[in-house]
């Protein structure tokens, strides 16, 4: 298995460094954030440059994570509004990001 250029790696790293960062953040509060280590670390790791279709995939992922991000977001702020709304963007956006990524890669 190669590491560089291994999308399906980095949104696999991408969706452990948000749940680590949902866990530590509401354990250990500021302290927590150092869960995005692996991410940083997977980014450094697996990150190439891409084709046109792994461009255009890298962009539907985004895309689509933007909008369950902000459904997720609008959620926590009717439901639970006493959740830190930062460490729920990142744990979340790093969790829905991750969880699409490896859909649209692993289905193309």
């Not at 298995?1 to 991408?14: P, T």
């Not at 509004?81 to 956006?93: A, D, H, I, K």
């Not at 969790?95 to 890669?105: A, D, M, Q, S, V």
């Amino acid at each position: 298995m190669k590491i560089r250029g291994n999308n399906v790696l980095f949104f696999v790293i991408e969706v452990i460094s948000g749940i680590l960062v949902l866990i530590l953040t509401n354990m250990y509060g500021n302290i927590g954030l150092l869960g995005m280590i692996p991410f940083f670390i997977g980014l450094i790791l697996t990150r190439d440059i891409p084709d046109e279709r792994e461009t255009a995939l890298l962009f539907k992922a985004s895309a689509l994570h933007a909008s369950f991000l902000g459904a997720i977001m609008a959620i926590i702020y009717f439901k639970f509004p006493e959740f830190n709304w930062f460490y729920g963007y990142l744990s979340f956006g790093m969790i829905t990001r991750g969880l699409i990524g490896i859909l649209y890669f692993l289905k193309s």
